[in-house]
């Protein structure tokens, strides 16, 4: 099965600052990565598939890039409503692997 | 607008059973696949089984092989896990999640219901 490590795990921010996280394939999958938001005792949502397509609704505060094995997520200026956890996932395969998560915290 | 909700979740014994159910609405839901995605306390999302828009395609991560079964009832527009023969390594909260996927392929969650949490002990 295909692995997925995102780092850092965790990382602090303030409001106004950029971010930006990796996630690493153990084999190569083309662009067939998405990221979600997930904030305690919420749905996740849905913010980038094809590793650089915005999904509908989401501010364009969020981007993504890459392809093959290395992706990253950025959040151009945190919002209070961005302190969440962050995960990858890949899609090049039916095992659907998420990355462990990257908790964003203030 | 489009809805999902997850429900069924409980404390249940080791050995035991349990079925959650996502029922859906706000779009077609027979022309759409369905996953169960899983999050244990304290660590990351983990895929558990996918269920295609007729029910003919259905797929599951190893180790829930032969004791999960994920099935569907489109005129109910609704999703079920029937969960037989639970571990501790089952406890999770589990998110039921709506598979869009076009024509370039790639799939990705769309829509997620907000949990329902399972609890083996």
């Known amino acids: 099965d295909i692995q997925m490590t995102q780092s850092p795990s965790s990382l602090s921010a303030s409001i106004g600052d950029r971010v930006a996280i990796a996630c690493r394939a153990s084999?190569?999958?083309?662009?067939?990565l998405n990221w979600y938001q997930h904030k305690p005792g919420k749905a996740p949502k849905l913010l980038i598939y094809a590793a650089s397509r915005l999904q509908t609704g989401v501010p364009s505060r969020f981007s993504g890039s890459g392809s093959g094995t290395d992706f990253t997520l950025i959040i151009s200026s945190m919002q209070p409503e961005d302190f969440a956890t962050y995960f990858c996932q890949q899609t090049n395969t039916a095992s659907w692997t998420f990355g462990q998560g990257t908790q964003v915290e203030i | 607008q489009v809805q999902l909700v997850d429900s069924g979740g409980g404390v249940v014994q080791p050995g035991g059973s349990l079925r959650l159910s996502c029922t859906a609405s706000g779009f077609p839901f027979s022309t759409y696949g369905f996953h169960w995605v899983r999050q244990p306390p304290g660590k990351g999302l983990e895929w558990v089984t996918y269920?295609?828009?007729?029910?003919?395609?259905?797929q599951y991560v190893d180790s829930v092989k032969g004791r999960f079964t994920i099935s569907r009832d489109n005129s109910e527009n609704t999703v079920y896990l029937q969960m037989d023969s639970l571990t501790i390594e089952d406890t999770a909260a589990y998110y039921c999640a709506r598979n869009l996927w076009d024509t370039s392929g790639w799939h990705r969650f769309d829509y997620w219901g907000p949990g329902t949490v399972v609890t083996v002990s």
């Open positions: 269920i295609g828009h007729d029910g003919s395609n259905r």
């Open positions: 084999q190569s999958i083309g662009n067939y």
